[in-house]
């Protein structure tokens, strides 16, 4: 039996029995865990409180290594994010991080990056008014820790130069296409050299700072489009929480 203690994000929390729980937690050191909670459905326990999906938590479990269940030995609050909860917007943007974040990363796969990017998204979640830069910035780099980075530089079949205009880009090939091989492989989106240099500034600027990026309406719904689509390529499936935030974002709430 080994003692692990880490910071963690709750990902998701579900009932096993009357009084037990079972929770995923993004940790920072061990990636992706599941554990049991036992007795933590008993509203004068312990663990009552930290155990709420979105809260940053110093985390105490236990269990053999390498096994998939572990067992909750205790969890202190660190941050609620409180400001997410108060409000619908942020709620089910906080919501759709942690269901991307659980259906995209797989157990046992530990890569402290991902845990910053959860938590320092959370931490901007909780402070920022405009959030679809944050959103989009969550996606295209939780993609990237996930080995999924699109092709942006370079054709990503014969690596040259992309032309002048509109960028083709093949989503199989996950990558933009040069003028030649775009007559070969399939053009699946095009989208302005404006859209690139924009997705690009996603994966390099500091997370608290991303707010400030400011780009024309047009070009939102093609930035929107292609991380999207760059989801669904990977998961295979729709999460349910996307249509909430999309919903919003139309309705500008
Ligand atoms: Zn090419």
Request: glycine content about 4%; overall charge positive.
């Amino acid at each position: 039996m080994a003692l692990y203690k880490t910071r963690a994000v709750v990902l998701k929390s579900i009932n096993l029995s009357e009084s037990d729980r079972l929770i995923t937690f993004m940790t920072e050191t061990q990636g992706k865990i599941k554990c049991v909670a036992k007795g933590a459905r008993k509203i004068k326990n312990q663990f009552w409180g930290a155990l709420e999906p979105m809260s940053l938590i110093h985390l105490i479990y236990f269990g053999k290594e390498h096994q998939s269940l572990f067992r909750l030995n205790h969890s202190d609050i660190i941050e609620s994010f409180q400001t997410i909860r108060d409000d619908f917007n942020k709620l089910y943007t906080g919501v759709y991080f942690l269901d991307l974040t659980d259906a995209m990363i797989l157990e046992g796969h530990q890569e402290k990056k991902i845990f910053n990017l959860l938590y320092q998204s959370l931490a901007a979640l909780n402070q920022q008014t405009e959030l679809e830069s944050l959103r989009r910035l969550f996606e295209i780099r939780l993609l990237k820790l996930s080995g999924y980075e699109p092709q942006l530089e370079h054709c990503v079949i014969c690596r040259s130069a992309p032309g002048n205009g509109m960028i083709p880009f093949n989503y199989a090939h996950n990558g933009i296409l040069c003028s030649t091989c775009s007559n070969r492989a399939r053009i699946d989106t095009q989208f302005s050299t404006g859209t690139r240099n924009y997705i690009k500034k996603l994966l390099d600027v500091e997370i608290k700072t991303c707010e400030r990026l400011k780009f024309p309406k047009s070009q939102t719904d093609e930035i929107e489009k292609m991380t999207h689509r760059l989801v669904l390529s990977h998961l295979g499936r729709e999460l349910k929480s996307y249509p909430f935030i999309k919903n919003m974002a139309e309705l500008n709430i």
